[in-house]
């Protein structure tokens, strides 16, 4: 198990561009959350999936932000229309129906330009 | 609304300065209270799960604690390599009624110096 992956690693864009992050949970996880952090702050919830079912969504979150997890695996964030105030570290995490415990990726840093 | 306050917001411990970091929170249906630690640049990486007060956790240098309002986090003795920034986290019930979300702090950052 190499534990939880995101990619890219980073990157920086125009505004107006759209983007797309990838995560891959940990094997058989079934639950897959994504964050958006900001310098000296916590992370903040954006979105969870249970297998490909989307059940909650922050009523923070834009109508430019869509995420999906085809087949209940590895899951997707984009962003269209980017803003400045985009830019942020993405952050991945999962787990298992077993526990509540969420286990991170390293993090997808975005610049917008 | 659920909130979730660390403090102090920073700190700044001599090797070996033993101290605690705190976590206070207000939520509905508390499933469970989350520590980390993430170093600059990193994901966070977990450290305990509390469930219920008065459970404590304890991992080399650090011990965790749990009352019915507030989280500890115990560093004895201190070395360089324990600074970054820790974060705490409350898994409580969303406002839909449905799943459970966690809620993080801002996090305490932690130097120790040499």
């Known amino acids: 198990d190499t534990g939880v992956s995101q990619d890219p690693r980073h990157k920086i864009t125009k505004r107006g561009q759209n983007v797309t992050f990838r995560c891959d949970p940990i094997s058989e996880h079934n639950r897959l959350y994504w964050y958006r952090q900001t310098l000296g702050q916590g992370p903040e919830f954006l979105t969870y999936?249970?297998?490909?079912?989307?059940?909650?969504k922050s009523r923070l979150l834009s109508d430019r932000f869509s995420a999906e997890r085809p087949k209940g695996s590895f899951s997707t964030l984009e962003i269209q229309r980017t803003e400045q105030g985009d830019s942020a570290m993405y952050l991945c995490?999962?787990?298992?129906?077993?526990?509540?415990?969420?286990?991170f990726g390293p993090g997808t840093r975005l610049l917008v330009l | 609304e659920d909130q979730v306050t660390q403090s102090p917001e920073a700190l700044r411990l001599q090797e070996g300065e033993s101290s605690s970091l705190n976590c206070s929170y207000t939520v509905s249906g508390l499933r469970g209270l989350f520590w980390y630690r993430q170093d600059p640049g990193k994901g966070p990486e977990f450290l305990f799960t509390l469930y219920s007060a008065g459970e404590e956790k304890e991992k080399e240098r650090l011990k965790a604690t749990l009352t019915k309002k507030e989280s500890f986090l115990h560093i004895t003795a201190p070395k360089p390599e324990d600074s970054a920034t820790y974060l705490c986290?409350?898994?409580?019930?969303?406002?839909?009624?449905?799943?459970?979300?966690?809620?993080f702090g801002r996090g305490t950052s932690l130097i120790v110096h040499p």
């Open positions: 995490a999962s787990s298992s129906g077993e526990e509540e415990t969420q286990y």
């Open positions: 999936f249970q297998n490909e079912a989307q059940l909650e």
């Open positions: 986290a409350v898994q409580a019930r969303a406002l839909s009624g449905g799943s459970y979300i966690p809620t």
